[in-house]
T-cell receptor, first 110, second 117 residues
């Protein structure tokens, strides 16, 4: 079954601490993996995708096919990182529907 | 960048009336759009996939006669909540995929908050 699992509903860290939001997926094939972010009172937006292998706002995510994981990491969390983060999977080549994880709410404390 | 516009941003209606929400891709063509419900502090719940020029595909448990979806052009999909009831009150979000891009990236609307009295 195709599935995206984000085991943590809420993650609370202090400013300046490292943060890792976990994401595991189940998919038979080669999917595209994404992280989307929703800041308070804003629309969902793309944070990063695995094919770009880029760092956005200090966040990185590496696709580990062996562990079927796509964890989101940032070495030093900032208060403005507080938001809802969704890991998502899309079939390769822009195929059919995207599968979202349940989301992790990140709260960065001062 | 690609922009998706949703309208209205919020709407209040009486029980039993119908409400239409529009989702437009402003600078790209979208053969596929998606409609979601989002409950407070919860994840997105995919309701249906809107396909340009054909019938929408509904997720299990979503009443197609209750939530009418029309995708008549490559830039517009509409969701009509028919005979709305208070339990239909929710935040509805649409997303669109750029038909010209070989990627599964989604672009989201700002959402529409529906309150049924």
């Amino acid at each position: 079954a195709q599935r995206v699992t984000q085991p943590e509903k809420l993650l609370s860290v202090f400013k300046g601490a490292p943060v890792e939001l976990k994401c595991n997926y189940s998919y038979s094939g080669s999917p595209e993996l994404f992280w989307y972010v929703q800041y308070s009172r804003q629309r969902l937006q793309l944070l990063l995708r695995h094919i770009s292998r880029e760092s956005i706002k200090g966040f990185t995510a590496d696709l580990n096919k062996g562990e079927t994981s796509f964890h989101l990491k940032k070495p030093f969390a900032q208060e403005e990182d507080s938001a809802m983060y969704y890991c998502a999977l899309s079939p390769a080549s822009g195929g059919f529907k995207t599968i979202f994880g349940a989301g992790t709410r990140l709260f960065v404390k001062a | 960048g690609a922009v998706v516009s949703q309208h209205p941003s919020w709407v209040i209606c009486k029980s039993g009336t119908s409400v239409k929400i529009e989702c437009r891709s402003l600078d790209f063509q979208a053969t596929t759009m998606f409609w979601y419900r989002q409950f407070p502090k919860q994840s997105l719940m995919l309701m249906a996939t809107s396909n340009e020029g054909s019938k929408a595909t509904y997720e299990q448990g979503v009443e197609k006669d209750k939530f009418l979806i029309n995708h008549a052009s490559l830039t517009l999909s509409t969701l009509t909540v028919t005979s709305a009831h208070p339990e239909d009150s929710s935040f509805y979000i649409c997303s669109a995929r750029n038909a010209g891009a070989m990627t599964g990236e989604l672009f989201f609307g700002e959402g529409s908050r529906l309150t049924v009295l």
